[in-house]
């Protein structure tokens, strides 16, 4: 329950920032690269370990089929 909460917060700590890839300047050195998974967009920067990246989108998959699994909502394959 409490890796939940963490998720959670983490989740909405995150949507509360603004779209990087949106925000970013043309001209910036930082370009934002796009990771998409089933249900979520990670943007991530050049340089991070792939290995750490695909671990948090398959931690972030995996709390998101707990958390509807609990709340008794599974969204169907039309839905997404």
């Known amino acids: 329950m409490k890796i939940l909460k963490i998720f959670l917060i983490f989740s909405l700590i995150i949507l509360s ?3 990087p890839a949106i925000s ?3 001209d910036s050195q930082d ?3 796009i990771e998409r998974s089933r249900h979520f967009i990670v943007y991530y920067q050049e340089g991070i370990d792939l290995d750490f990246l695909d671990k ?6 995996d ?3 707990e958390i509807t699994d609990r709340l008794g909502f ?4 039309y839905w997404l």
């Open 17 to 19: 920032n603004s779209n």
């Open 31 to 33: 370009k934002w690269l």
């Open 63 to 65: 709390f998101y089929n």
């Open 74 to 77: 599974r969204r169907y394959d």
């Open 56 to 61: 948090t989108i398959s931690y972030a998959e």
């Open 24 to 26: 970013q300047d043309e």
